[in-house]
């Protein structure tokens, strides 16, 4: 069975960092790319970042471009999300999914405040 | 970036009703490869998304075949045969077709 299980989420205060984890099992992780998806309160999904099988290519909307960075290890079958100069509009629940949508974890959330 | 349009942005339906959902893009949704990179998720309340159809029309594991999906280029849709209880929440179509991914806005599918 496939699972995707996030941590690593809490409050924060603006412009301060945090790192967001994602421990993938029942598949096999290096076959895939992974992707991570944030929905503010209320609002609806915002993809936010996806990396490579080998982690050699990332990509990001403007959004978060510069500030977030994804990483994997696949040898611990686990991916990442550096967050960095945190703001409030960065607040919202993240999910760790593996594309295209197939499978979303149940997601960790980040508040942004002072 | 590719808007995704959704409508309508709330449907209120009777159970065994059939209901259709729209999604229109800003630009097409063909990629270099011919294929289309269209789907549709549901969230259910206080739940993560779940992904019903991919590539405009195949149908995800598991997903039930009241749920299908039709459309082209720029145009497409959902439809629900005989909505069941479970079925309700929001429904948003995605692309990943174009870099940045975008999502629609949602419809959300309400008891009438």
């Known amino acids: 069975e496939v699972q995707l299980v996030e941590s690593g989420g809490g409050l924060v205060q603006p412009g301060r960092s945090l790192k967001l984890s994602c421990a993938a099992s029942g598949f096999t992780f290096s076959n895939y790319y992974m992707a991570w998806v944030r929905q503010a309160p209320k609002k609806g999904l915002e993809w936010v970042a996806t990396i490579s099988t080998s982690g050699s290519r990332t990509y990001y909307p403007d959004s978060v471009k510069g500030r977030f960075t994804i990483s994997r290890d696949n040898a611990k079958s686990s991916l990442y999300l550096q967050m960095n100069s945190l703001k409030s509009e960065d607040t919202a629940t993240y999910y760790c999914?593996?594309?295209?949508?197939?499978?979303w974890g149940q997601g960790v959330m980040v508040t942004v405040s002072s | 970036d590719v808007v995704m349009t959704q409508t309508p942005p709330s449907l209120s339906v009777a159970i065994g009703q059939s209901v259709s959902i729209s999604c229109k893009s800003s630009q097409s949704l063909v990629y270099s490869d011919g294929k289309t990179y269209l789907h549709w998720l549901l969230q259910s309340p206080g739940r993560s998304p779940k992904r019903l159809i991919y590539q405009v029309s195949n149908l995800g594991s598991g997903v039930p075949d009241r749920f299908s999906g039709t459309g082209s280029q720029k145009d497409f849709t959902l439809k629900i045969s005989r909505v069941e209880a479970e079925d309700l929440g929001v429904y948003y179509c995605a692309q990943t077709t174009h870099f940045p991914y975008t999502f629609g806005a949602g419809t959300k599918l309400e008891l009438k």
């Open positions: 999914a593996r594309p295209p949508y197939d499978y």
